[in-house]
């Protein structure tokens, strides 16, 4: 994907699954560093500033959930719904509970 690292591609997939399973609504910082499994806040906003300097996405600065995907993800699902916390291999990932595996 665009020359994005591990870590890039992981929380683009998370941020388009959770867009679709939200309605387009982004996930907010906390909820994106649970998502591919960090542990920092200020880890996903440097995340998120390479991804827009590598033309993968799209940001308004000052707005909350305001991530525009530029890039087309392949969002897996079940019967429709969308999976945005799917597990990657060798990566722990959280439930929809909250839970971890």
């Known amino acids: 994907m665009m020359g994005l690292t591990e870590q890039q591609a992981a929380l683009l997939r998370f941020i388009a699954g959770y867009q679709a399973a939200h309605g387009g609504v982004s996930p907010t910082m906390q909820e994106c560093a649970r998502g591919i499994g960090c542990r920092s806040k200020s880890a996903i906003v440097a995340l998120l500033d390479r991804m827009e ?46 839970e971890r595996v």
């Open 53 to 98: 300097e590598r033309g993968a996405i799209s940001r308004l600065r000052y707005r909350d959930r305001a991530i525009k995907l530029l890039t087309p993800v392949t969002v897996p699902s079940i019967n429709g719904t969308p999976l945005y916390a799917a597990p990657m291999v060798g990566q722990r990932a959280m439930l929809f509970s909250g």
